[in-house]
């Protein structure tokens, strides 16, 4: 039962790079997020998803773009990456039928450089 | 929109005593979702309680119990007999209970150390 999967757990890349954080779940769930988190704002929502082929922005999208070609993948594009883009970045799941519960992967610490 | 606030960035509490962990919120919406979440050193988000607004109630899981104040909007949890495991970062989180609102709202957190 491997859940919610996200790599990589550490990236180091340089300023302007484009890099792709993975995001994988194994139990066909509607709703896949994105989430950065930062020291004195908690985890904002980046970019979600509703279904295959269905995204929508969160808070704080500008510099991410998100795809999601099948249901279990929502990777998480930075297409020019910027120090500010520094952060723990959270992928989450839930299934519409299911209740409140949301389930997080483990996260990948992204430091722009 | 909605907004979670978590006014103590740090808290400290002796092991084996009880501490409580303070959030507030703003919305418009009288049905909702509220969460404690749990976060160790090891990064991993831990659903630690929640409440659905509609239920007077407060919720308990073990140790761990919330003071819901509807009408203050007000989330507080408290731990009791504080252990060195309870050590990490606490976010509370709000959820609209709207069809097709999918999305939690995260406060700061709150840093809790345990002293032994």
């Known amino acids: 039962d491997a859940g919610i999967t996200q790599s990589p757990r550490y990236k180091i890349t340089e300023t302007g790079r484009q890099v792709t954080l993975m995001c994988h779940q194994t139990?066909?769930?509607?709703?896949m997020f994105w989430y950065r988190q930062d020291l004195g704002h908690g985890l904002r929502l980046i970019y979600y998803?509703?279904?295959?082929?269905?995204?929508d922005k969160g808070e704080v999208p500008d510099g991410y773009v998100v795809s999601r070609s099948k249901t279990e993948n929502f990777p998480l594009t930075l297409e020019s990456a910027t120090r500010s883009q520094t952060s723990v970045y959270f992928c989450?799941?839930?299934?519409?039928?299911?209740?409140?519960?949301?389930?997080f992967g483990s996260g990948t610490r992204l430091t722009v450089v | 929109a909605q907004t979670v606030t978590q006014s103590q960035p740090e808290m400290s509490v002796q092991e084996a005593e009880t501490v409580t962990l303070s959030c507030t919120y703003d919305?418009?919406?009288?049905?909702?979702?509220l969460f404690w979440y749990k976060q160790p050193p090891s990064r991993q988000m831990i659903l630690v309680i929640r409440?659905?607004?509609?239920?007077?109630q407060n919720a308990t899981e073990n140790r761990f119990s919330v003071n819901f104040q509807k009408a203050a909007k007000s989330f507080s949890l408290k731990i009791s007999d504080s252990q060195l495991g309870d050590a990490a970062m606490y976010f509370c989180?709000?959820?609209?209970?709207?069809?097709?609102?999918?999305?939690?709202?995260f406060g700061q957190g709150t840093r809790l150390t345990i002293n032994p």
């Open positions: 989180a709000y959820r609209s209970a709207l069809q097709g609102a999918q999305k939690l709202v």
């Open positions: 989450a799941s839930r299934n519409r039928d299911r209740g409140p519960g949301y389930t």
């Open positions: 139990w066909s769930h509607s709703y």
């Open positions: 409440q659905e607004a509609y239920k007077q």
């Open positions: 998803s509703a279904a295959a082929d269905i995204t």
């Open positions: 919305t418009s919406e009288s049905d909702y979702y």
